[in-house]
């Protein structure tokens, strides 16, 4: 079966710092990948989208960027944070080929708090 | 995609039946209606969708009127653990190759009460 781990579960970090959050998908080849942020309060944002290695798509202009190194793996960094940064982060997935109304699968996030 | 309408937060007994009301009166004929819901501190987790036939599984049902208009959410014996976030999403499936991007309201939040 397929598994989506997103690691670190929290964290917090100080203004001007950078961030790397990682996203890796297990049971699977050639997922789509996404990044979403949650607000306090708020819906979810999509802010990149991957349909495969190197390709990545913003759907928002940001403080942010992300890169997929390998199939597998989606990642979200910023060289210097700001506070408006601070959010909950969803990595989620769904298959490239296969079922065309597939749901997409998320993992459990990070929150971040930039202080 | 279609918008949605879903009403803020809801309460519900432990023990009966959640009903979910969602409105996308403007839906085309081949967007689907997904349901997702989110515990506090999770990412979302999907439960059920659907095109135009009333849908259940293990989690839910789904009843979409003959119009497609809107539907509604059925947990048919809520539990304290079904407190959560509920999101109403209608999309377009995309075809293989294909991204599908999915926009997410806020939702109705769901209090189930002992």
């Known amino acids: 079966s397929q598994t989506i781990h997103q690691w670190p579960a929290t964290l917090v970090q100080p203004v001007g710092s950078p961030l790397s959050l990682e996203c890796t998908v297990e049971g699977t080849s050639n997922p789509n990948l996404y990044w979403y942020r949650q607000a306090a309060g708020r819906g979810l944002q999509l802010l990149f989208y991957?349909?495969?290695?190197?390709?990545i798509s913003s759907e928002v202009p940001q403080n942010l960027s992300a890169s997929r190194p390998q199939d597998r793996q989606f990642i979200l960094s910023s060289k210097k944070l700001l506070l408006s940064d601070s959010g909950f982060y969803l990595c989620a997935w769904s298959p490239l080929r296969g079922s065309y109304n597939s749901p997409l699968h998320f993992g459990n996030g990070t929150r971040l708090t930039v202080t | 995609d279609a918008k949605t309408t879903q009403p803020t937060s809801m309460d519900c007994a432990e023990g009966r039946a959640a009903n979910l009301p969602c409105n996308h009166s403007?839906?085309?004929?081949?967007?689907?209606v997904y349901w997702y819901r989110q515990i506090h501190s999770q990412g979302p987790q999907y439960i059920i969708h659907g095109l135009k036939n009333n849908e259940t599984n293990e989690m839910a049902s789904l009843i979409i009127t003959e119009d497609r208009k809107s539907s509604t959410l059925i947990l048919p014996h809520a539990t304290l653990r079904d407190t959560a976030v509920y999101y109403c999403i209608v999309r377009v499936p995309r075809y293989s190759g294909g991204y599908q991007k999915v926009t997410f309201g806020t939702g109705t939040k769901l209090q189930v009460i002992p």
């Open positions: 403007t839906i085309s004929g081949n967007e689907y």
């Open positions: 991957s349909v495969g290695i190197g390709q």
